[in-house]
């Protein structure tokens, strides 16, 4: 079963969203919509979106969510520990910047996700794999070889901890216990920048060697 993956870098701190086909390309999901959408709305318009997965609820990953759900009449899937976030712009963080977003709040997420649960989509399976750190309720989500990592790991980077949440070991303990032992084959698709891959990164991360 192919996966067709196309990546979209909204907002002022170019997040990259997500949209994923299966062998239906009329049915897909989306993760991570960030701020100003207007690209993924108009990429989607002809599209049944199945479910929004939300790598964790910090405002440049949240600010398309009532958009694409109000378009598209889609769930949302966010873990339990950032549920009210969705519904604060204080814990979601759009009220520390002003200069990069209005305060954001959207209704609460349908779906709670934790670890190691399996969540069946456009003919795929998605594990969820809890990885705290860059905020207490961050996932990665992991389909064959191809695993969306949010801000928990980037091309020669991680992500950060000094956000409300966040803790700097657990961010570590999430990278070398979580993601690194899926394999040097799996791609990543992080929350900014390029993708990269896990042997990649063991070799060349210079946060983590």
Known sequence: MTLSIRSFNLGPLQTNAYLLQGDDPQRAIIIDPGMNPGPLLKAIEPLTIEAILLTHAHFDHIGGVEAIRNAKGCPV?????????LTSPKLNGSLMWPEASPPIS????????????????????????HTPGH?????????GKDLFSGDVLFRQGVGRT????????????????KLFPLG??????????????IGYEKANNPYIR
């Not at 649960?117 to 795929?124: F, K, M, S, Y």
């Not at 040097?184 to 891959?197: A, E, F, L």
């Open 135 to 143: 905020s207490p309720g961050s996932v990665s989500f992991l389909c």
């Open 106 to 129: 959207t209704e609460p997420a349908e779906y709670d996700l934790a670890e190691g649960q399996q969540l069946n989509l456009i003919g795929h399976t998605f594990k969820v794999l």
């Open 184 to 197: 040097d084959d799996v791609t990543v698709y992080s929350g900014h920048g390029p993708k990269t891959s």
């Open 162 to 177: 000094d956000l409300p949440g966040g803790r700097e070991r657990d961010l570590y303990d999430s990278i070398q216990n």
């Open 77 to 85: 899937y966010l873990h339990a520990l950032e549920q009210d976030w």
